[in-house]
């Protein structure tokens, strides 16, 4: 049996206003899936944990790989949303530290059997991300779907190295800059 345990993405930066028509236009041409608020924390970890609480849960979670790869193995446990600061501290007690947090509005749309997410996280920006369930094997595939379909939406890919540049200010600055949105 194959599993389709492997996240594959595509991001890209974008500004106010085409967030505002991509909202208008996934509204009619996809399904609307939810709306979503999201507060995340990034432990100090080898490995890419972290938490997070939305509308309607709370849940651990582990990506393997690096941050900003195109496609990573994915593993999360989900937990009632009441127990999100029971998860804090416990990874506090553990001796991990929150790196980061983020505070994010998610609109999730199914748009030709891909799912997007516009997004907007405080002190961080506009994004768009588009994101396809694959197995190993069919990574690549997935891979190229994305980016075609990002290019129909005539939206340019925001390269890693960006995103990175970017990451590592908003790391450095999150306190400030969540404030001040």
């Known amino acids: 049996m194959i ?21 208008d236009f996934f ?3 996809g399904k609307f899936i939810n709306e ?15 938490i997070q609480r939305n509308n309607t849960h709370a849940k651990i979670w582990l990506k393997k790989g690096k941050l900003h790869d195109e496609h990573r193995e994915e593993l999360e446990i989900k937990f009632d949303r009441d127990n999100f600061e029971v998860l804090e501290r416990l990874f506090l007690t553990l001796g991990y530290s929150v790196s980061i947090k983020w505070f994010r509005r998610r609109h999730t749309f ?19 991300e588009l994101e396809k369930m ?8 997935a891979l190229k779907l994305l980016k075609e379909k990002l290019q129909e939406l005539n939206i340019p890919l925001t390269f890693k190295e960006e995103f990175e540049v970017k990451y590592k200010y908003y790391k450095e600055n999150w306190r400030k800059l969540a404030a001040l949105s």
């Open 36 to 50: 979503d608020y999201q507060e995340t924390y990034y432990f100090d970890a080898e490995q890419d944990l972290r």
């Open 110 to 128: 199914e748009w030709q059997c891909i799912s997007v997410m516009l997004d907007y996280t405080k002190g961080y920006g506009y994004i768009i």
């Open 27 to 29: 509204h009619k041409e």
């Open 3 to 23: 599993q389709n345990n492997i996240e594959v993405e595509i991001r890209s930066f974008i500004s106010p206003e085409k967030y505002q028509q991509l909202l």
């Open 134 to 141: 694959s197995s190993e094997e069919g990574k690549a595939e």
